[in-house]
């Protein structure tokens, strides 16, 4: 199969674990007969650098001429004071209402090698594996009117009935091959803007008799992800919330730096690591790439339909963090790995995974 993806490692750390995810697809692709017809194109900081705005219209271009994108992170501190419309993050939140891809699924997964790494309890993280389903073309992150005069700041957050229902679908028919379970996150105690996404939830649910709702209070759910992260299966949020909770996922995983992303709409899939540009560890080869690496493997199943391929990858994943050669975040008992030496790592790993199953 021929891959036709877009690479935007953007700014920070996101230069370096985007080389070393792009390293792991080429292994992927001589594994197992593929072609690969890579792009790149410019995002955030260095977009602005160069061009003048965090999205230009190339980049856009780009990202709708490929089947997928892959994205590193965005964000320069010598942005922090700017307006939000000429920050480097305006070209990510660009870029993903360009492609409308509206559902954001943040597998948790808490695998047993890294069982040291969290600072919770072993018997509490133990058997975690969720997936958190985040609205992200709308809420409180896109909501008009929003603003900053007259003394006072302001942002909207609202939602229409068919910006609710679709990523409501998405996660139900999720759940239906996982452990058949949603949790729907929302503040209906305070926010209208809740009482509605809880209402048309609940109106969808019914149509998959088969899964079970339940609804919980945000608050409520931030403590129940750290007291007892396993009884989630799919939870389903706005956008705002699901950008909070996910982080704690990050505790979950032993690092923010394990998580992978993937963003899909009707046609797009823009897949990138949770993580942001690390101001604080970039450019020293530090960074994990194994959120990078594994938003490759939910590329190659929601966009390429090859399971296969993923299933192998994720095996590789799981074989080097057995192996302990893996970044410091991950608190190795020896010398901790570079980027580079774990994306390496990954691809022999893929190789060999590949001749035992033959
Ligand atoms: P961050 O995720 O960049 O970093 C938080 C902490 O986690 C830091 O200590 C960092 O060193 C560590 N960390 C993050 N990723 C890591 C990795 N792969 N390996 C090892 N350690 C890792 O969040 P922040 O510091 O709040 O934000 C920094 C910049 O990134 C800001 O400009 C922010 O707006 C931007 N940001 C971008 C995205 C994105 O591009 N999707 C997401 C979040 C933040």
Known sequence: ????????????????VTNA??????????????????????????????TGVPLPEETKNLAMQADATLMGAVGLPEFDTAPPSQ???????????????????????????????????????????MIIVRELTGGLYYGQPRGIGNNRGFNTMSYTRAEV???????????????????????????EVSQFWRQVVS?????????????????????????????????????????????????????IGMLPSASLGATKGLYEPVHGSAPDIAGQNKANPLGAIGSVAAMLEYTFGL??????????????LASGRVTADLRP???????????????????????EAI
Do not use: C, W
Not at 165 to 191: G, I, P, Q, W
């Open 307 to 320: 399971v296969k391929e993923a299933q192998a990858l994720n095996a590789a994943i799981g074989k080097v």
């Open 87 to 129: 920050r480097p993050e305006a070209g990510l939140l660009g870029l993903r209402k360009a492609l409308d891809v509206f559902a954001n699924l943040r597998p948790v997964v808490t695998y047993p090698e890294l069982i040291e790494s969290s600072p919770l309890k072993n018997h509490v993280v133990s058997g975690t594996d």
């Open 21 to 50: 995810a792009a390293d792991v697809l080429k292994a992927v692709a001589k594994t197992f007969g593929h072609t690969l017809d890579l792009s790149e194109g410019l995002l955030g900081g260095i977009a602005i650098h160069k």
């Open 333 to 355: 008992k020896g010398t901790p790995a570079t980027t580079q030496e774990v994306g390496e790592a990954v691809g022999q790993a893929l190789a060999l995974t590949r001749v």
């Open 165 to 191: 229902e679709r990523v409501t679908h998405m996660a139900f028919k999720l759940a239906r091959n996982r452990r058949k379970k949603v949790t729907s996150v929302d503040k209906s105690n305070v926010l």
């Open 203 to 255: 109106e969808i649910g019914p149509q998959y008799p088969d899964v079970q709702l339940e609804h919980m209070l945000v608050d409520n759910a931030a403590m129940q992800m750290v007291l007892r992260p396993t009884q989630f299966d799919v939870m389903l949020t706005e956008n705002t919330f699901g950008d909070i909770l996910s982080d704690i996922g990050g505790i979950l995983a032993g690092s």
């Open 1 to 16: 199969m021929n891959l036709k993806i877009l690479l935007l490692p953007g700014d920070g750390i996101g230069v370096e």
